[in-house]
C-alpha cells in the first residue's frame, strides 16, 4: 500500500490501528504470531567445518594432493611435506577470509534502534524494537533511530539523516503532507521515516507501516545476501592455468615413462623419474608464491592508506575498467562548505578544506582581509550568533556536533577569525525564534552596545521578500526592486552551481518592548546577503580520475543526490563531458535488462538512484564485459559493494555495513588510493605473469632434456632427487622475488586488460615454450658433450647436465623482468632477484662440492673447464633473445 499518498484517516484503515490510543494488548499478540518480530533475518549459513574443506575441491589441489601421496609412497617425503604445507596455507587463508567476508548482515543490525517509544494501550511505553509491528504509532526525538519503516502524522521541525540509505549529503526537512505522486524515490518521501535512519532536529510521531525484512533497510539485508560474489579473472586464469598445466604435464611425462621403458631403462627407475617430473612440472608452488606476492602487495597498499581484506581483490584491481563511485563522502567531502559569499552586489570565494577553521578570502583572484569589510563582517557574524552548531578538535582532526549547514557558517566566520565565545561577549542574545520549516527561518534577539537587534538566517526568498533595505558597503539604504531582482539572480545562479544558499538579515528593534512573538518581530528587514554552501569535491580527485581515465579506466558516478548537484560536481570533477549522458532513478527504473545493456556505456552520471538501482548498474556493465569496482560508504552502498568485482568502501566516512561488504577498505577515504592501488593491482599481475613465465620455462626445460634423452635413446640425464631439488630450490626463491620487482615506468598508460585475457596472452605463451626449448636443449648439449668426453662417467655427465641446468635458469629468471629484453631494465634494480639468484647457485655449489650430500643428489665435483663450457651453453638462450632485441630495434629505425 501506498502510505505515503494517504490521508490519516486512509492510513488509520489501512493499518487497521487507533492513531489516538495505539494498538491494543489482544491486537499486538495477534500480528506478531502472522508477521513475526521486528529484525533483519540471516540465511542459514554454511558450517565452518564444511568451509574449511571446500577449500580443498579445486582440480590442480586434488592432482597436487594426489602428486603428494605418490611421493610419499615412493619415499620423497620432502617434496610431500612441502606440497601438503602449501595446500593447507592456502587453504586456511581462502577459510578465514570467507568467514570475515560474511559480517555484513551483523553490521546492518547494529543500525536497529535497540528501543522504541509506543504509543499502546493509550499509554507511551518504552519497548525493544524488535516488538513492534505494523499500526504501532511511534515517537521520536533529535538524536533517536527510527526503530522500523514510519508514516508520519505529526512533525515539529523535523530533520532526519538519511545519507547512509539514500546518499543524499543533506538531512531531509519531514512533513505530513500526502505525496499524490507516483514512482518516486526514498529521498522524495518527505512523509516517511525508515528504519536506521537518524533524527537530527525536531521531534515526530509515526505509525509503523513496514517491519524487518519488509523495510526500506530489510530489502538491503536481502539485497546483500542474495547479491553473487564474483569469482576474481586471477581466480578464472590459475583456474584455467592449472588445468592447462596438469593435462600437459602428465601426458609429457606419461610419454617420457613410456619411451625409457621401452628402451630397456627400469621401470620402477622411470616411474619414479616420471613422478618427479609430474611434481617438477605442476608448479605446486604457484598458489604460495600467488599469496606471498598479493600479501605482499597488501602490505605496501597498507602504507598507501589502503586495506585489503580479500586477497585476490589487490590483482582484480589491476584490470578494473569502470570505477563506479558514490558520490557523497567519497568524490566528495560529506562536509558542507560555504565556498561563495554575496554582498553589496559583489562575489567572493572563500577557500579551505572541510570543517578545518582555516582559510582565505577572494575577491576574484586577489586575497583580501574580511575585516576591512563591515558587510562581510556582519554576514559571517550574524551567521554565527543565530546558529547551533560547533566545532572541535578530535583524533587529529576537526569535528561537526550540529547541523551540517550550520556547520558550514560557523566554519565560515572561523576562518574570517571570528570565535563564537568573543562574539558572544559583543551580542548578547536575549532570545530565539526556531528555525520552523513553514517560516523557513531563525532568530535570535541580541543587545549590542545598548541596542537590540533581531539577527535572522533562512531561505533567502523568504528573507528579500521581508526586507525594506538592504546593507550596501556598510550602509543601509532602500531595497529598490532592481536590487531585488539582482539578489534572485545572484540566488539563481548560485543554485545552478549546486550550492545551497542562505540568507542573513537584521532589523533594529524598539527596546521599550518586552515579550516578541514571531510576526511582530520577522519583518521590515535589512538585507546583508548571502552564504552559498555545498559539499566539496575532495582536493585530489580531479587528477586521479584524470589519471584514470589516462589509463583507459572510466569512472561514474551514482548518487542519491538531485540531478542539478550531481551534474554539477561531475562537470567539476572531469567526470561529465560534453556528449554523455545523465539518468535519474525514475529513467531508470523503465528501462528493460536490454535497454540499459545499450546505452549503459554513455552514460556518465546516475541521480537520485535506490540501492537496487545501483546493483542494477553494477549488472548492466559487467553483462558488457567489464571489471566493475563499486565505492561508495552507506549502507545504500553496501549491495552493489558486494556485487561489484571490486568492493571499496571508505573507512573514516564509512558504515560498518559498507565495510564488511567490501574487498577493499579505504583508511584516507581518498578517491587518489584508488588510483595507487589500480597500479599496485597491475603491477601484482605482471609480476605473476612474470613468475609464471620463469616457472614454467624452467618446467618445460626439465621435462623437454628428458623427452630429448628418450627419443635419443641416451641414459637419463638428470635423476630423479635432482629434478626435485631444482624444482623446490632454483625454482623457488627467484620467482619469489620476481613477485617483489618495482612496476614499469608504462604501468598506468596501458588500456586495462580484458577480463578474459588468458594467462599465456601477449606472447607469453610463445616465451614459455621458445625459452624452455632452449633451455632444454642446452642441459642436453652439456650433457652429450660431458658423457662423450668421459663416457664411463655418467654420473659426472648428469652433475653438468645438473649444473647447466641450474644456471641456464638463474640467467633466465633476468629475462623474465621485462616484457620485451633482459637488456631494457637494470638487471640489479631487483635486490631481491639478485640475492636469490646468489643463494641459489650457493646452493648449488654446496649440492655439488659437500662430500656427504654428493651420495644423497648423485653429484661429482665438475672442473673448472667444464664450468666455461657450462656459462657459455647457459647464457646461449638469453644471447639470442638479447640478440632478437637489437634486430628489432634496428629494424624500427630503418623504418
Not at 582555516?358 to 586577489?366: D, I, K, R, S, V
Not at 561508495?632 to 571499496?648: Q, R, Y
Not at 586488460?753 to 605463451?765: N, T
Request: with cysteine.
Amino acid at each position: 500500500m501506498n502510505f505515503h499518498s494517504m490521508e490519516e484517516r486512509e492510513i488509520e484503515a489501512g493499518l487497521d490501528t487507533d492513531l489516538q490510543g495505539g494498538l491494543s494488548s489482544g491486537l499486538i499478540e495477534q500480528r506478531q504470531k502472522k508477521v513475526g518480530y521486528n529484525e533483519l533475518e540471516e540465511e542459514e549459513k554454511q558450517s565452518a567445518i564444511l568451509l574449511f574443506f571446500s577449500q580443498f575441491k579445486d582440480f590442480m589441489v586434488l592432482i597436487l594432493l594426489a602428486a603428494t601421496l605418490i611421493s610419499g609412497l615412493l619415499g620423497e617425503y620432502i617434496d610431500a611435506i612441502a606440497i601438503i604445507a602449501i595446500v593447507l596455507v592456502n587453504g586456511i587463508l581462502g577459510f578465514y577470509q570467507e568467514r570475515k567476508a560474511e559480517r555484513s548482515l551483523q553490521a546492518l543490525k547494529q543500525l536497529s534502534a535497540p528501543q522504541v517509544m509506543a504509543l499502546r494501550n493509550g499509554k507511551w511505553t518504552r519497548i525493544p524494537s524488535r516488538e513492534v509491528v505494523p499500526g504501532d504509532v511511534l515517537k521520536f526525538e533529535a538524536g533517536d533511530r527510527i526503530g522500523a519503516d514510519v508514516r508520519l502524522i505529526h512533525t515539529s521541525n523535523l530533520e532526519i539523516e538519511e545519507s547512509a540509505l539514500t546518499g543524499e549529503s543533506m538531512p531531509v526537512q519531514k512533513n505530513t503532507t500526502p505525496i499524490k505522486e507516483g514512482n518516486i524515490n526514498l529521498g522524495d518521501m518527505h512523509n516517511m521515516a525508515f528504519m536506521g535512519t537518524l533524527v537530527t532536529r525536531g521531534n515526530g510521531v509515526g505509525v509503523v507501516t513496514q517491519i524487518g525484512m519488509k523495510t526500506a533497510m530489510g530489502q538491503i539485508a536481502n539485497l546483500l545476501q542474495t547479491a553473487e560474489t564474483m569469482e576474481t579473472p586471477l581466480q578464472r586464469r590459475l583456474d584455467q592455468l592449472g588445468k592447462i598445466l596438469i593435462v600437459g604435464a602428465l601426458l609429457l611425462t606419461l610419454l617420457v615413462v613410456l619411451l625409457g621403458v621401452l628402451q630397456g631403462q627400469d621401470l620402477y627407475t622411470m616411474f619414479l623419474a616420471g613422478v618427479s617430473l609430474a611434481v617438477a612440472a605442476i608448479p605446486e608452488g604457484l598458489p604460495a608464491i600467488v599469496t606471498v606476492a598479493l600479501s605482499l602487495g597488501v602490505q605496501r597498499m597498507i602504507k598507501q592508506k589502503a586495506i585489503v581484506r580479500k586477497l585476490p581483490a589487490v590483482e582484480t584491481l589491476g584490470c578494473a575498467s569502470v570505477i563506479c563511485s558514490d558520490k557523497t563522502g567519497t568524490l566528495t567531502q560529506n562536509k558542507m562548505t560555504v565556498t561563495t559569499i554575496w554582498t553589496s552586489g559583489k562575489s567572493y570565494t572563500v577557500s579551505g578544506n572541510g570543517y578545518e577553521p582555516e582559510g582565505n578570502f577572494y575577491e576574484g583572484e586577489e586575497k583580501f582581509a574580511p575585516s576591512d569589510h563591515i558587510n562581510i563582517q556582519r554576514l559571517l557574524q550574524y551567521g554565527m550568533i543565530c546558529n547551533h552548531a560547533s566545532i572541535h578538535y578530535q583524533d587529529d582532526h576537526y569535528v561537526l556536533e550540529g547541523d551540517p549547514t550550520e556547520g558550514a557558517m560557523m566554519v565560515a566566520a572561523m576562518k574570517a577569525g571570528f570565535r563564537k565565545p568573543n562574539v558572544l561577549k559583543e551580542y548578547k542574545i536575549l532570545k530565539e525564534f526556531p528555525f520552523d520549516s513553514s517560516r523557513k527561518m531563525m532568530s535570535m534577539i541580541v543587545e549590542h552596545r545598548g541596542k537590540r537587534l533581531l539577527v535572522t538566517k533562512g531561505a533567502p526568498d523568504v528573507l528579500i521578500q521581508k526586507s525594506d533595505s538592504i546593507l550596501w558597503d556598510g550602509k543601509k539604504k532602500f531595497l529598490s526592486k532592481s536590487d531585488e531582482v539582482e539578489v534572485n539572480l545572484m540566488i539563481e545562479r548560485l543554485g545552478s552551481q549546486a550550492l545551497r544558499t542562505i540568507a542573513v538579515a537584521y532589523r533594529e528593534i524598539h527596546e521599550s518592548a518586552k515579550e516578541y512573538t514571531e510576526d511582530e518581530v520577522e519583518k521590515d528587514f535589512t538585507f546583508i546577503g548571502l552564504q552559498g554552501m555545498m559539499d566539496p569535491p575532495r582536493q585530489e580527485v580531479e587528477g586521479a580520475i584524470k589519471e584514470c581515465k589516462e589509463a583507459g579506466i572510466k569512472t561514474v558516478m551514482i548518487t542519491g543526490d538531485h540531478m542539478i548537484t550531481a551534474k554539477a560536481i561531475a562537470r567539476n570533477l572531469g567526470i561529465l563531458h560534453d556528449g554523455d549522458r545523465v539518468m535519474d532513478g525514475k529513467s531508470l527504473s523503465l528501462l528493460d535488462k536490454n535497454e540499459l545493456d545499450e546505452m549503459i556505456e554513455d552514460i556518465t552520471v546516475f541521480a537520485r538512484v535506490t540501492p537496487e538501482h545501483k546493483l542494477t548498474i553494477v549488472k548492466s556493465l559487467q553483462r558488457k564485459g567489464h571489471i566493475v569496482a563499486m565505492t561508495g560508504d552507506g549502507v545504500n552502498d553496501a549491495p552493489a559493494i558486494k556485487s561489484a568485482d571490486i568492493g571499496i568502501a571508505m573507512g573514516i566516512t564509512g558504515t560498518d555495513v559498507a565495510k564488511e561488504a567490501s574487498s577493499l577498505v579505504l583508511m584516507d577515504d581518498h578517491f587518489a588510493t584508488i588510483k595507487t592501488a589500480i597500479m599496485e593491482g597491475r603491477n601484482i599481475y605482471e609480476n605473476i605473469r612474470k613468475f609464471i613465465r620463469y616457472l614454467l620455462a624452467s618446467n618445460v626445460g626439465e621435462i623437454l632434456v628428458m623427452l630429448f634423452a628418450m627419443l635419443l635413446a641416451l641414459p637419463l640425464p638428470l635423476v630423479p632427487i635432482q629434478i626435485l631439488w631444482v624444482n623446490l630450490v632454483t625454482d623457488g626463491l627467484p620467482a619469489m622475488a620476481l613477485g617483489l620487482d618495482q612496476p614499469e615506468g608504462n604501468v598506468m598508460k596501458q588500456k586495462p586488460r580484458h577480463p578474459r585475457e588468458g594467462v599465456f596472452a601477449r606472447g607469453l605463451g610463445w616465451k614459455v615454450i621458445s625459452r624452455g626449448f632452449l633451455i632444454g636443449v642446452v642441459t642436453l648439449a652439456a650433457f652429450m658433450l660431458a658423457y662423450s668426453k668421459y663416457p664411463d662417467q655418467l654420473i659426472y655427465a648428469q652433475t653438468v647436465a645438473f649444473a647447466t641446468l641450474v644456471t641456464a635458469q638463474l640467467i633466465h629468471v633476468f629475462d623474465c623482468r621485462s616484457e620485451v629484453s633482459v637488456l631494457s631494465r637494470n638487471p640489479f634494480e631487483n635486490k631481491y632477484l639478485v640475492w636469490a639468484v646468489v643463494s641459489s647457485f650457493v646452493l648449488m655449489f654446496v649440492v655439488i662440492y659437500t662430500p656427504f650430500l654428493q651420495p644423497i643428489f648423485h653429484t661429482v665435483p665438475i672442473k673448472l673447464m667444464d664450468w666455461l663450457m657450462i656459462i657459455g651453453l647457459s647464457s646461449l638462450p638469453t644471447f639470442l633473445l638479447a640478440g632478437s632485441f637489437f634486430a628489432g630495434k634496428k629494424k624500427e629505425t630503418m623504418v
